[in-house]
C-alpha cells in the first residue's frame, strides 16, 4: 500500500548549524503533507504544511519544500537549537482525510 | 490550555480487562481522530468522526474496539478483553479541516 518513507532514521547536527530532513512519499494522489516534531512523552507537534500546488512554504526558522516530480518532501531548520531535538514525521493525505505517517527522523543537536 | 486533552495519560491493565480513554478536542474543531502509536513507529490511523458521524475506521479497528462520539465533542475509545498486542500509545487529535492537532496521548500497558 502507499505509505510515507524517511531516508535517515537519526540526524545529527551541531547547534547553530541548518538541519534538513528528508522524506519520500509513494501516493502520487496525496495532495497535503503535513510535518510534525515529537518529544519524548509528548504527542506529535504540528510544524508546517503545505499543499500540492506550491513547491516551498516557510515559517519562522522552518522550511519546507516539495518536489511533487520525484515525490520527495524536506524540512529545513534553520540556526537549529538544543529545543529541536525530537523526531520529526512527516505525514501525507490523500482522498481521505487520515494521515499516514512514516516512522520518523531522530534530530540530535550537539552543543 | 486549550489545545487538545486526553484522559487519562497513563493506564496499566491485566490482559482481559476492559479499557476506556476519553479525548477532548478542540472546542470549534468538528473533526476528531483516534490513532495508535508504538515505539519507534509513527501514528497509524485507527478513525474518525465529522461531529457524532463516524466515518471512515481502519481494518486495526478490531471488534474489540468501539469509538464514540455522541454529542459530537468529547469521544471515548474502548478495548475490550485486552490483549497484550494492544500496548501503545493512543493518540486522539483534532482538526477543523486544516492540520491535524494532537493531544499527548494515553499510554496503554497490558500486563
Known amino acids: 500500500g502507499e505509505s510515507v518513507g524517511l531516508h535517515l532514521p537519526t540526524l545529527s547536527v551541531q547547534e547553530g548549524d541548518n538541519s534538513i530532513i528528508n522524506c519520500a512519499y509513494s501516493n502520487s494522489a496525496s495532495d497535503y503533507f503535513i510535518w510534525y516534531k515529537q518529544e519524548s512523552g509528548k504527542g506529535p507537534q504540528f510544524i508546517i504544511d503545505i499543499r500540492s500546488n506550491m513547491d516551498k512554504r516557510q515559517g519562522q526558522r522552518v522550511t519546507v519544500l516539495l518536489n511533487k516530480t520525484v515525490k520527495h518532501l524536506s524540512l529545513q531548520i534553520a540556526a537549529t537549537q538544543p529545543g529541536d531535538s525530537a523526531v520529526y514525521f512527516c505525514a501525507e493525505i490523500a482522498n481521505t482525510d487520515k494521515l499516514i505517517f512514516g516512522t520518523g527522523t531522530r534530530l540530535q543537536v550537539f552543543p | 490550555d486549550t489545545g487538545v486533552s486526553q484522559d487519562p495519560r497513563h493506564k496499566i491493565t491485566k490482559r482481559g480487562q476492559n479499557v476506556t480513554f476519553r479525548c477532548d478536542p478542540i472546542s470549534e474543531h468538528n473533526r476528531l481522530y483516534w490513532y495508535r502509536q508504538t515505539l519507534g513507529q509513527g501514528p497509524e490511523f485507527l478513525t474518525y468522526f465529522q461531529n457524532e458521524a463516524q466515518l471512515e475506521k481502519s481494518r486495526l479497528l478490531s471488534d474489540r474496539f468501539s469509538a464514540e462520539r455522541p454529542k459530537g465533542s468529547f469521544s471515548t475509545l474502548e478495548i475490550q478483553r485486552t490483549e497484550q498486542g494492544d500496548s501503545a500509545m493512543y493518540l486522539c487529535?483534532?482538526?477543523?479541516?486544516?492540520?491535524?492537532?494532537f493531544g499527548d496521548g494515553t499510554r496503554l500497558s497490558i500486563l
Open positions: 487529535a483534532s482538526s477543523q479541516g486544516g492540520p491535524q492537532h
